[in-house]
Each structure stands twice: as structure tokens, then as C-alpha cells.
């Protein structure tokens, strides 16, 4: 069974500019969250999604956003880059909302 | 607010045992997980407990008082491969997944 796959691997643009970044989640998996990741810091919560459907959002302002498809895929958008969005984004899938978390490699974004 | 506690570093030596606490304050739980992360690497699940007491998965077990909002994860006979961060986490009443800021574990030889 394929694992979580995230794309791309390794990002770097400009402050202002957006970035879309995607995850595809283990197959039958509905719950799909987002995390980010500073150095040294814990994995901080973005969003969760199950069955096309926010359910949870985190503390970040609304320049990050996501969506999930009807295939479980998800992608979240940043928009306005910033420096201190320079961090490591993993995405997480689940079976269902309470089941153990399998994470994907990340994309890690630096922002210049 | 919502926070995990956990302690920053842990130093031990090959073949030790080593402990690592984990004390939180939640809206709500639906129990607590360990995860491991090496450096470069992604977080991968270790273990997880919903009720009181011990639970065994080969070389690690994990520890939860639900009255005493605390947890721990023990590492045995440790190997130089088990040098990575360790977090804990909680599931809130919203079903979110809330992570301490993690333990880094150093095994020396």
C-alpha cells in the first residue's frame, strides 16, 4: 500500500507571491490534516479535512487555506508569502478522525 | 489554552533505559500518541493509549493517568538509531491533534 505522498518535495519563492501545495493520502483514508513545522519547534495544526469538509482549523490567519477532493486529495494554498512561512508543511491521512496518523515526507518551503 | 509539556533533551547511553514525560491540558481527550522523528524525516507513529496503564510495543511501552493528565514513553535497551525527537500528542474534544514541542533524544555510545 502506497504511503502519503506530498508535492512537491522542495519549494522556494518570494515573499508575496502564493504557493499551492498538495498531498495525496493513503488509499481509504478520509481525514487528511496539514501541519506546520519550524525548527525547533512541535508540528503546529493547520487544518483537517474529512469528506470534502473542513472540520478543523487552526491558528494561522486566513492567507492559508486548502481544500479536499472528492478522491480524499487535499491542497492547501498560501497566499501573500511571508518569511516566517519558511517552514516544513506535512500532511497527515487518516482512516477516520480518531485514528492514527500516517504523515507524508513534507514540502519545504523557503521563502526569500 | 491547550498545552502538552514535555521535556526539550534527553541525553542516555547505548543499551539504557530512558523516560520521557509528558504532562497536558486539553479541552477534551480522546488519548494520547507518541510519535518519533528523525532528523530529515517525517513523524512516524510509535504507540497510543485511550485508557490507564501500561502499553508494550517490543522495546518501547507508553504510560497514561488520565486523572493525572500525564503520560510517558519508555525507551529500552536503546540503540544508537533511536536518536530522533519524540512527541506527544493529544486528540481534543474537536478530534484535533494537538503536539507538544517535542523531546530530542540523544543516544551516546
Known amino acids: 500500500k502506497a504511503g502519503v505522498t506530498q508535492t512537491p518535495r522542495y519549494l522556494i519563492k518570494t515573499r508575496g507571491q502564493q504557493v499551492t501545495l498538495s498531498c495525496s493520502p493513503i488509499?481509504?483514508?478520509?481525514?487528511v490534516s496539514w501541519y506546520q513545522q519550524t525548527p525547533g519547534q512541535g508540528l503546529q495544526f493547520l487544518f483537517e479535512?474529512?469528506?470534502?469538509?473542513?472540520?478543523n482549523k487552526g491558528n494561522f490567519p486566513g492567507r492559508f487555506s486548502g481544500r479536499q477532493f472528492s478522491n480524499s486529495r487535499s491542497e492547501m494554498n498560501v497566499s501573500t508569502l511571508e518569511l516566517g512561512d519558511s517552514a516544513l508543511y506535512l500532511c497527515?491521512?487518516?482512516?477516520?478522525?480518531?485514528?492514527?496518523?500516517?504523515f507524508g515526507p513534507g514540502t519545504r518551503l523557503t521563502v526569500l | 489554552g491547550q498545552s502538552l509539556e514535555q521535556p526539550s533533551e534527553v541525553t542516555a547511553v547505548e543499551g539504557a533505559i530512558v523516560q520521557i514525560n509528558c504532562t497536558y491540558q486539553t479541552s477534551g481527550f480522546y488519548g494520547l500518541s507518541w510519535y518519533q522523528q528523525h532528523d530529515g524525516g517525517a513523524p512516524t507513529f510509535l504507540s497510543y493509549?485511550?485508557?490507564?496503564g501500561l502499553e508494550e510495543t517490543g522495546r518501547f511501552s507508553s504510560f497514561l493517568s488520565r486523572s493525572d493528565s500525564y503520560g510517558y514513553l519508555l525507551l529500552q535497551e536503546l540503540q544508537m538509531k533511536d536518536s530522533a525527537s519524540y512527541f506527544c500528542?493529544?486528540?481534543?474534544?474537536?478530534?484535533?491533534?494537538?503536539f507538544g514541542s517535542g523531546t530530542r533524544l540523544l543516544v551516546r555510545p
Open positions: 500528542a493529544v486528540r481534543d474534544s474537536s478530534y484535533k491533534l494537538i
Open positions: 497527515a491521512s487518516s482512516l477516520d478522525r480518531v485514528g492514527e496518523q500516517f
Open positions: 479535512y474529512f469528506s470534502e469538509t473542513q472540520r
Open positions: 488509499s481509504g483514508h478520509r481525514s
Open positions: 493509549n485511550a485508557l490507564d
